[in-house]
């Protein structure tokens, strides 16, 4: 098959670098929940760019610039992320829900407050718009799946003119859960992602065997993840994300 029916997509890292909002967020977030900054809070602290690949969840985030505020050394996080995580989570004493939330509070008042200057925090990568528009005159569907809140990643797509048969948020459950609900409504299901255990995650669930996997080489990727990558999910590289689909390794 040269096409998808579906051409499901990751959004952080895949569509949309936020790099500036992740970081401004995360720290914001910290400090509503009582983290010190004396430092900027403009460019992103480049530990927390170091770091950011092995970010599943905005809690996360919110937890490394927690660290960094305290002068975590970013080779805590690069050399054991999950057992870095636990520490920290342990020391700041708070949970994954209140983290998210603090997140998504200071998200929501930036949104409301000045929801052009949140927007301009996010850079669509080149082309990517251009391809997505394409999808349509080829008779492929694309959706989103994110992490993120669902009406957060639906304003960034609106900023871009961009507008996905659906976007599936942090509040519609794993992504893994999602593909399976997409299966069931067309096939075949290719799916985007730049963060390897996701497509890892997917790879080993026998239910969706039947979706292409692909390894978005423009996002956030870690050293080892193009070496470690393993079939059947593929290396997608930007040249061949905008290339028509016949093009795209199968
Ligand atoms: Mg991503």
Redesign the pocket.
């Known amino acids: 098959m040269s096409r998808p029916a579906i051409l499901a997509l ?5 569509l949309v670098d936020g790099m500036e909002e992740y970081w401004r967020s995360s720290l914001a977030a910290a400090r509503s929940l009582g983290a010190p900054w004396t430092g900027p809070q403009g460019e992103a602290s480049p530990a927390f760019r170091r770091i950011r690949p092995w970010v599943h969840t905005g809690w996360e985030m919110v937890l490394v610039a927690w660290a960094l505020t305290h002068s975590a050394p970013a080779e805590a996080f690069l050399q054991d992320y999950p057992g870095a995580l636990r520490q920290w989570q342990a020391r700041v004493g708070q949970s994954p829900a209140v983290l998210q939330d603090a997140l998504e509070r200071h998200r929501r008042a930036c949104l409301s407050r000045d929801p052009q200057g949140w927007l301009a925090q996010h850079r669509p990568y080149p082309g990517v718009a251009e391809r997505l528009r394409r999808c349509g005159i080829e008779g492929v569907e694309w959706v989103v799946i994110t992490t993120k809140g669902r009406g957060f990643a639906a304003a960034l797509l609106a900023q871009d003119g961009l507008q996905p048969t659906a976007v599936y948020g942090r509040e519609d459950g794993s992504k893994v859960r999602v593909l399976r609900r997409l299966l069931e409504q067309r096939q075949p299901v290719w799916f985007v ?3 390897l255990p996701t497509l890892e995650q997917v790879m080993a669930d026998p239910q969706l065997r039947g979706v292409g996997c692909y390894l978005a080489a423009w ?2 990727l870690r050293h080892a993840d193009r070496q470690q990558l393993r079939p059947p999910a593929h290396w997608l590289d930007h040249a061949t994300f905008c290339a028509p689909f016949h093009a795209w390794p199968a």
């Open positions: 990751d959004l952080d890292g895949v992602e730049d963060r996002g956030y």
